[in-house]
């Protein structure tokens, strides 16, 4: 590559964190507009469910064969672009669509963490980060991006998929303009049970996938089986913890945390996007990944501005406030997009401060520190999307207004009915309760930590 194109592509580098974490969502607005334009959830419905299945386990298998995230980044850049030309075909072969489905939840599954890593790494061996402007050039690309991203939806589904695969392939191009660095490991690999790692990817997988398929589908009847089976799996998992005692390297108080904050971007894209699709139709999906998008763009400039004025414990309080106010706002329906925003924000900047700490501060690898943080995040998506599931299922049989399948066929055909509200309400109420308690033990638990430090 000559010195030229690498110096454009490196200023171009505002790019892949708006990229990296939208992948997060684009393939999801794709993969339902496909439904939307159809109406056929029978043959349209399971890519989108193999992306999420995939995309929340896929980093439990890294676990068997570990890999450089170097490596891990620019696969999963590649498995993302056939994944979207494979979309690209989804309309005139359903197959194709299974493949982009599952290719595109590993790719998105990947992206992120290995992402996150190698920026780490490249400002720390090689001082190289982003720029002073950078941060406003995310937030200008976010914001046409996802607004070309809208529009072509609606144009055609195939050049849609063709964007993407052309974004990933600019993405790659970037990031192999990058300085190269050399990692100085001195910690040894953690050696995870086969047993534990293929446990916890069949189970996560399968949880997503039957949740997702209820979501869809509507079998609320077997809901009742599932969670007696799942409870079964938990206690199985919890003797062959106390047998055998694998080795942990985060802490417990750590770990709660980021199971914490994984629960929390669940919420926003899960529960808060089931609740005003059913209130609004099908705009509110668009609404609320613009809002996250921009919040999470924004949030590394807020956190920034904090850690110049403040000292650690008022940062701490700051974001506690910050997600607090957010949850709280989301309770009432005139200020629910305010919250999001909020809730977005300050959950991004808790995130900002659990990566700085996993990955300064754990007894891991350096190179896969940020992939056992992104692990536990993706158990607080599971953890939380059962606990939603389990309430809104003992709502509906407590009010007995409406069933859980008629408010699952709500979502599935972005209908608007009164009936649902109570028990929505209701399930947010909760949810959102379980959530301020669950911050302000943590909060606790923090200081008290740092008090002994």
């Known amino acids: ?22 992948m997060n969502l684009f393939p999801v607005l794709i993969l339902a507009q496909i439904y939307l334009k159809y109406r056929d959830i029978d043959k349209y419905v399971l890519p989108l469910i193999l992306y999420y299945s995939f995309k929340t386990t896929v980093l439990f ?63 720390t061996y090689n001082d190289f980060g982003s720029g002073k402007k950078d941060p406003l050039y995310s937030i200008g690309f976010a914001i046409i991006y996802a607004l070309a991203l809208f529009g072509l939806i609606k144009y055609s589904i195939s050049l849609t998929f063709l964007f993407l695969a052309l974004s990933l392939a600019l993405l790659l191009a970037i990031l192999r303009a990058y300085p190269h660095y050399e990692i100085v490991e001195d910690t040894e690999e953690v050696r995870y049970p086969v047993f534990e790692t293929l446990f916890l990817f069949i189970t996560g997988f399968f949880v997503i996938f ?24 938990i206690i199985l998992y919890f003797f062959f913890v106390k047998k055998t005692k694998p080795e942990r390297r985060l ?50 400039m807020i956190y920034s501005r904090l850690l110049k004025r403040y000292l ?31 809730l977005s924000l300050f959950t991004s900047q808790l995130n900002l401060r659990l990566n700085k700490l996993v990955y300064f501060e754990a007894e891991l690898p350096k190179d896969h520190r940020l992939l056992a943080k992104y692990r536990l995040t993706n158990v607080g998506s599971v953890l939380h999307q059962l606990i939603m599931m389990f309430i809104m ?24 009915d009164e009936s649902a509200f109570l028990t929505l309400n209701v399930t947010k109420a909760i949810i959102i309760f379980i959530f301020l308690v669950s911050l302000y033990v943590l909060q606790k638990q923090y200081k008290k930590s740092k008090a002994l430090d």
């Open 1 to 22: 590559m000559s010195e030229k194109n690498k110096h454009f592509l490196l200023s171009l580098r505002f790019i892949p964190f708006v990229l990296t974490n939208g």
């Open 61 to 123: 298998l890294i676990r068997l064969k570990p890999i450089t995230v170097n490596q891990l980044l620019q696969g999963s850049i590649i498995i993302g672009i056939i994944g979207s030309v494979m979309g690209s075909l989804y309309e005139s072969n359903i197959y194709f669509g299974l493949l982009s489905g599952a290719l595109l939840g590993i790719c998105s599954g990947t992206l992120y963490p290995s992402f996150l890593t190698v920026q780490f790494h490249e400002k």
């Open 210 to 233: 039957i949740i997702k398929i209820d979501k869809k589908l509507g079998i609320a009847d077997s809901l009742p089986i599932f969670f007696l089976f799942l409870a079964t799996l």
């Open 251 to 300: 802490s417990p108080l750590l770990t709660r945390m980021i199971i914490f904050k994984g629960m929390l971007t669940n919420f926003i894209l899960v529960f808060c996007t089931f609740y005003q699709l059913i209130k609004e139709g099908g705009m509110a999906i668009n609404k609320i990944y613009l809002i996250y998008l921009v919040a999470i763009t924004l949030a590394p």
């Open 312 to 342: 650690d414990t008022k940062i701490v309080n700051v974001i506690v406030l910050g997600i607090a106010s957010g949850l709280l706002l989301i309770l009432w329906s005139p200020s629910f997009y305010v919250g999001i925003l909020l």
């Open 393 to 416: 299922y003992l709502a509906t049989i407590y009010f007995k207004t409406i069933t859980i399948d008629e408010i699952l066929q709500l979502y599935t055909y972005k209908h608007v």
